[in-house]
């Protein structure tokens, strides 16, 4: 009796754990072609996998999946993000925050630093080097009357019907990805390499995808003379970023060229004071080359240094 128990034990976990095992693994299948391993936070990941989920509804149920979607706002609108569907002429078709969206053509809306919102999704969603089309921007929370800083994703999708749109998700008050600036930087790197000095414009440009948030793109020289400067839009003083030095006493700019001279680009953390507690933090620095002429110019962006819990 006591060997029958014991079997039948063993058989049950089995069954538990084989079932368990399926569900996972098929839960993992979905999101096989998803590759989310360049994000450090949780939210980040979990937004791109919300998105993507809704993207796949509609590729396979086309125009009356948006049914669905409407009957099932709550879903699609939780505390941390909320869907959007939009056609390629701006036109919003589905928001499950705020409905009085609906139907409305956003094509010349800015945000209140002048971004072209729906332009620079349909820009992003061009863009190799930004596989998840990232936007920066500030919007409204539903049901709030203030703007707050908001970054999200879209997928392109064409439907059964042959219809083109995108949909996509936000989170307010997001973590700063090493991913945002990486894409920034690389994809200036290569405007600067495709279009020269007169590149230097638009990536300055304050309501260009360069920029977002405390995020600035800049571009200095081999001597540390700047051609975009991190902190103003004048050049009424030079400031030779390889004699800048952190709170630590370290020179990250002058470091980071030492390791330039054998690589493309590379990553170094520096310690700066934390702008709303003056206690210090941890900052990272992206720098890359781009060549003009025979001329290098290097190209950068500072963001917070990820933080656990991830």
């Known amino acids: 009796m006591g060997i ?3 079997c039948r034990f063993v058989f049950i976990f089995s069954a538990v754990f ?27 990941k979990n937004l791109v996998k919300f998105v993507y989920d809704a993207s796949l509804i509609l590729k396979k ?27 390629m002429k701006g036109t919003n078709i589905y928001h499950a925050g705020m409905k009085q969206l609906e139907g409305k053509n956003l094509w010349d809306v800015t945000d209140k630093n002048g971004k072209h919102l729906i332009k620079q999704v349909l820009d992003a969603l061009e863009d190799r080097n930004n596989p998840h ?10 049901g709030k009357f203030y703007p707050v800083p908001k970054s999200s994703c879209h997928f392109k999708v064409e439907t059964p019907e042959g219809k083109k749109l995108f949909v996509g998700g936000g989170i307010n008050y997001p973590h ?69 030095s952190d709170e630590a006493g370290h020179k990250p700019f002058a470091a980071a060229l030492k390791e330039l001279e054998s690589v493309d680009r590379v990553w170094k953390v520096f310690i700066a004071k934390n702008r709303y507690q003056k206690r210090l933090t941890k900052k990272c620095l992206y720098i890359r080359k781009a ?14 240094l990820p933080e656990p819990p991830y």
């Open 176 to 244: 700063e990805e090493q991913e945002f600036i990486r894409i920034i930087v690389d994809n200036a790197a290569h405007l600067i390499e495709y279009k020269g000095y007169e590149s230097l414009s638009e990536i300055s440009d304050p309501t260009s995808k360069y920029n977002y948030r405390d995020v600035r793109i800049f571009a200095f020289q081999p001597d540390g003379g700047m051609l975009i400067s991190p902190a103003i839009n004048s050049s009424f003083t030079q400031t030779n970023l390889l004699e800048c």
């Open 4 to 6: 029958f128990k014991e």
């Open 18 to 44: 084989l079932i368990k095992s399926i569900i996972i693994s098929g839960c993992q299948s979905k999101y096989e072609d998803l590759d989310l391993s360049m994000y450090q936070y949780r939210d980040t």
């Open 133 to 142: 089309a990232w936007v920066h921007y500030s919007w409204w929370e539903p």
């Open 61 to 87: 149920d086309g125009i009356k999946s948006l049914a669905y979607f409407l009957n099932n706002r709550d879903k699609f609108n939780t505390t941390d993000y909320y869907l959007y569907i939009y056609d």
């Open 291 to 304: 060549i003009v002429k025979e001329n290098v110019i290097f190209v950068a962006a500072i963001t917070d």
